[in-house]
């Protein structure tokens, strides 16, 4: 692919492809923003479960969230293309994440959602709200 | 001096670098085996190649680690990135400008 052809045609042919497939590779990111994103309200539905003696949702929290936390830290590292901003994208999800999570969770949560898993899940939508922008803008940024 | 390929950088117009940016400027860095395989080029010669791009401020070139295994990450700067926009734009000027026809002179 990369021989030694100099004639114009052929090196931007040769670039368009490379081009075309480096963004493919890098299709990764904005899948593992939505699935990062999607745990956070399955995630927040179990802390009323949980504090209603459901003895499930005590496992959820102890058992899967740590796999899950895994799975995504190993998909993360088997990596080897990264999309634009990457580094500024994990710092904003994490800050944003980080603080709207500890509102949510001491302030929101207990004075509006009470015992409603499907209010504490909106409010996990909220918290995850930068993975699904981020996501989608990486998406559109890759499939030019 | 108004013929676009006046304007054509030397330093990217080797194929295998021209090739390297080509990969690097769509994202924020790539990872070298991932790089050797999408360009089709052995480890030296990437190495070679990227030594080059890298001194000349075109690219960066990161060293670090997964678990144990050693990743050297290249990423291209923002000098980089114009230099490949310029020169893929002066191709592309070359490849639609008027071809003088060699049976006339």
């Known amino acids: 692919m990369t021989g030694e052809q100099h004639e114009p045609e052929d090196m931007i042919r040769d670039a368009d492809h490379i081009d075309r497939t480096i963004r493919r590779r890098a299709k990764w990111w904005p899948a593992f923003l939505l699935v990062f994103g999607l745990c956070w309200p399955a995630m927040m539905a179990l802390i009323p479960l949980m504090n209603g003696g459901h003895g499930w949702a005590g496992l959820g929290f102890a058992v899967l969230i740590p796999l899950f936390v895994l799975g995504m830290r190993r998909w993360d590292n088997r990596q080897t293309v990264m999309a634009p901003g990457d580094r500024a994208v994990r710092n904003q999800v994490m800050g944003w994440g980080a603080v709207s999570y500890l509102a949510v969770y001491f302030i929101i949560g207990p004075h509006y959602f009470g015992d409603s898993p499907a209010l504490w899940a909106l409010g996990g939508v909220f918290v995850a709200l930068p993975c699904f922008v981020h996501a989608v803008l990486a998406y559109r940024r890759l499939a030019q | ?105």
């Open chain 2, 1 to 105: 001096m108004t013929h676009p390929r006046h304007r054509l950088d030397d330093l990217i117009h080797v194929p295998v670098r021209f090739s390297i940016m080509a990969a690097l400027v769509p994202v924020d860095r790539v990872e070298f085996k991932t790089l050797r395989d999408v360009i089709e080029v052995s480890d030296s010669l990437l190495s070679k190649h990227m030594t080059v791009l890298a001194e000349a401020g075109y690219l960066t070139i990161t060293k670090g680690s997964v678990g144990r295994r050693p990743r050297t990450w290249l990423s291209a700067t923002d000098k980089g990135r114009k230099a490949f926009a310029d020169h893929y734009t002066t191709l592309g000027e070359i490849m639609n400008s008027p071809r003088v026809d060699q049976d006339a002179t």
